[in-house]
């Protein structure tokens, strides 16, 4: 090689080595403007970069949903299944949580009461669609006896009508067979309540005196005197009253305090008389 | 005009490197396409114009990066010109020639930028520099520059090849990749 060319490359060589130490040097530490050979190209490099990055972006995002669509799949599937599996934990805890209060409010109302009472639990209701009663997972073993009087957080229920040894059945209240002694909250009336049988889920009230005083709003409770149920239990609000035939009479609709369609507990009064509130 | 190309080329290769990789494989090693350009044009067309492509080049990677500026273009313009040094002595007509001379540049050139930015008070992990990324790097660049020899090099020279053998009637079938090997074979 021509010597000049070589000691020509070495100097060069040299140069840019100093050149490039210097320049490392220089940069190595943190700036406060970059040089306009710098801005530059940034200014080129920055939009397009970018563009490619954006596009990049949309390419890698669109293949990987293709690539992710059966692993989806599976997870939707998998994850599905924790869905009813977890709505079926949330329902079991808002039942649980609903049984708690109205276990929470019968256990308050047995506190209230003088009597012995028995809680119990709404086994099934009538097959039927004749009769108004259910069956209770209480009977004779647990005292339970015919004729008792069943009430809830509420009021009235019911009464026994007939037990086995684990259970009994309660005669609901709205059955045309069930008559309650009631007394009107306001007027101090005494009245016959029973139930309508229309299927409408109401009671009528049949004043026992000669000059009722019953109007709507008027809260009936149990008065004691039937020897069945004992005094100042809730049985329902008048909801009408009218003249019964021949204009002699009056009646009030009364519709129960207690919800029939939704009974779960109730408490049997064991000691039909002592069972009267506190 | 070939000033230019190799420009646009190198500005491509950044945006490759600097964006579409990154974009399109987040948590992979990123292969330094400047290098394996610059490799590339060490091997096919010896050290001087390895060394230009590896100036620009790194220069611009510097100066998108913004400190230690000279640094990758030091280290990319030593390596293309240890490679410039040996191309007469290679054989280019094989795959495994580009993917042993790069893997060996892409060590020396990491070893070299990593002792540069120490030496001038950065802080590098040397476990990760030296057992994560390097072989990362190494593998990436590998694969890189072998598909950029691949099309630089051997199709443009089959393809001239393959004209020269059907008596040149469709020799002018690709006169620009053409050139790039005759370029290249010199």
């Known amino acids: 090689m021509n010597p000049n060319v070589s000691r020509r490359r070495a100097i060069i060589t040299v140069v840019s080595v100093v050149l490039i130490i210097c320049m490392v040097y ?8 970059l040089t306009l050979a710098e801005q530059a190209v940034r200014e080129v490099f920055t939009p397009v970069a970018r563009g490619a990055s954006t596009v990049s972006r949309w390419v ?38 609903r049984e708690n209060q109205r276990l929470t409010e019968l256990l308050q109302l047995k506190g209230s009461l003088r009597g012995r009472a028995e809680a119990a639990v709404v086994a099934y209701r009538d097959p039927g669609n004749w009769l108004e009663s259910v069956v209770i997972d209480k009977g004779s073993s647990s005292g339970i006896a015919k004729g008792q009087a069943v009430i809830n957080a509420r009021g ?61 709003g008027d809260v009936i409770i149990t008065s004691g005197l039937g020897g069945v149920y004992p005094k100042g239990h809730a049985i329902g609000d008048v909801i009408a009253v009218e ?35 506190k | 005009m070939k000033r230019l ?40 067309g010896g050290a001087a114009v390895g060394v230009l492509v590896a100036l620009v080049g790194g220069l611009m990677q510097d100066a998108l990066t913004g400190a230690f500026i000279g640094a990758n273009a030091g280290a990319d313009m030593a390596v293309a010109a240890a490679i410039g040094m040996i191309q007469p002595e290679l054989f280019k007509e094989s795959l495994l020639t580009p993917a042993a001379v790069i893997g060996l540049g892409s060590i020396a050139r990491e070893l070299v930028y990593i002792f540069v930015i120490w030496s001038f ?66």
């Open chain 1, 60 to 97: 890698s995002s669109w293949v990987s949903f293709i690539a992710s669509i059966g692993e989806m799949k599976s997870e939707n599937e998998r994850l599905r299944a924790e869905l009813d599996a977890a709505q079926a934990a949330l329902l079991q805890l808002e039942e649980a949580a």
């Open chain 2, 5 to 44: 190309r190799i420009c646009l080329g190198i500005l491509v290769a950044l945006v490759f490197q600097a964006a579409v990789v990154p974009a399109l494989f987040p948590r992979w090693i990123v292969p330094d396409v400047v290098f394996c350009a610059s490799a590339v044009a060490a091997i096919t």
């Open chain 1, 156 to 216: 009235v229920v019911g009464r026994v009508t007939s037990v086995t040894p684990n259970s009994a059945t309660v005669l609901l209240a709205v059955d045309s067979r069930n008559s309650i002694g009631g007394i009107a909250t306001r007027s101090r009336d005494l009245v016959v309540v029973e139930g309508a049988g229309d299927g409408s889920g109401l009671l009528i009230a049949r004043p026992l005196g000669a000059q009722p005083d019953l109007a709507e």
């Open chain 2, 121 to 186: 008070g950065a802080a590098v992990d040397m476990g990760r520099a030296l057992f994560v990324v390097l072989p990362w790097v190494t593998v990436m660049n590998c694969v890189t520059g072998v598909l950029i020899y691949r099309w630089y090099y051997l199709v443009p020279r089959a393809r001239l090849e393959a004209g020269r053998a059907g008596g040149g009637a469709g020799g002018g079938g690709d006169a620009a990749g053409a050139g790039r090997a005759r370029g290249a074979g010199r």
């Open chain 1, 26 to 33: 220089l940069t190595a530490r943190d700036r406060e403007r």
């Open chain 1, 243 to 277: 003249q019964g035939k021949y204009g002699v009479s009056l009646l009030a609709y009364v519709k129960p305090r207690v919800d029939f369609q939704r009974l779960e507990e109730v408490l049997v009064l064991v000691d039909a008389i002592e069972g009267d509130a």
